[in-house]
């Protein structure tokens, strides 16, 4: 859907927002941008996850706004159909740009991830409920049996034999791992580069994008973070709390990412699973 301007100016008028608009560049695929200088319209895209995620959105982002996190106040949300048939916000603005979008030296990118880590761990800590009277919340998760994607994958030959047994042993290593039990928590389950607001010069701004919250294990919070990256959000998040994670939060760590390079492989040939970064990255967390 593309809306006409008279309809986005009825949009923004509704909820008695003034001034001149301008459509943003979309860093998703879930809505399109249209702002003022200080508020944000996001409407729903024809995507099929946008209506729901805008009603996730809805009920979490308030929520971790209201507990001290660095995320935009929602000024408003209309899921009235009166206007356009699909849910849209309203949002204070944050002037800045996506992490994504931004080139950065090692310490400045390795500051914003100390940062962001330190904000998981007071959204973990601080929100302890969440009404859901809709059921509107995502309910995240991780699938616990990796062995019947490894087999589909072997089966399919997008694995050599030697690949396939590697990536079985780690499964083995790493399972007793994910077994264990968890305290769950209230959790963003979509952190990455494009979820992360900055300044030019590297200060972070915020949070952004809470279509995928919902009660979890705080470690898949981690899940999109890049590799490299998550030892400076560990360290953010730990620095709040020494050992918040438990013991050996590396192995969920990989496991998620094991998961999301044979789906990888699976789909597209010619990818790969570098089985090499992660044996490092255990090792470096071995305890």
């Known amino acids: 859907m593309n809306p006409d ?17 301008v459509a943003l560049p979309a860093t998703g695929i879930a809505n399109r941008i249209y702002a003022t200088d200080q508020v944000v319209l996001r409407l729903a895209t024809d995507h099929p996850e946008s209506v729901s995620d805008a009603r996730t959105e809805s009920v979490a982002a308030p929520v971790a706004h209201a507990a001290g996190i660095l995320t935009p106040r929602m000024v408003a949300f209309d899921d009235s159909r009166s206007l356009v048939d699909r849910p849209y916000s309203l949002w204070e603005r944050v002037h800045g740009a996506t992490l994504g979008l931004i080139e950065l030296d090692h310490c400045q990118l390795a500051e914003v991830w100390r940062q962001v880590g ?24 991780r699938d616990l049996d990796l062995l019947p994607l490894l087999n589909h994958l072997a089966n399919a030959r997008r694995l ?6 590697e990536i079985e042993w780690l499964i083995t290593e790493l399972a007793p791992h994910i077994a264990a039990n ?3 928590r209230f959790i963003h389950n ?9 300044t030019p010069a590297g200060e972070f701004l915020a949070i952004i994008d809470w279509g995928d919250a919902g009660w979890g294990d705080p470690t898949l919070d981690f899940a999109a973070i890049p590799l490299p ?7 953010g998040y ?11 939060p590396e192995a969920r760590f990989i496991w998620d990412r094991l998961r999301d390079s044979m789906e990888a492989v699976r789909d597209d040939r010619a990818r790969s699973i570098p089985l090499e970064a992660f044996h490092r990255f255990l090792r470096s967390g071995a305890r």
């Open 182 to 184: 968890v305290d769950v």
């Open 160 to 165: 050599d034999a030697g690949t396939a047994l």
């Open 118 to 141: 330190r904000q998981l761990f007071r959204l973990h800590d601080r929100v302890r409920a969440c009404a859901d009277p809709n059921g509107y919340l995502d309910t995240p998760g």
């Open 190 to 198: 979509d952190i990455h580069e494009m979820n992360v607001m900055c």
């Open 229 to 235: 990256a998550i030892s400076y959000a560990r360290e």
């Open 238 to 248: 730990e620095s709040e709390s020494a050992g918040a994670l438990g013991a050996y």
């Open 5 to 21: 301007r008279v309809l986005v100016d009825a949009m923004f008028a509704r909820h008695r927002i003034s001034g001149p608009r």
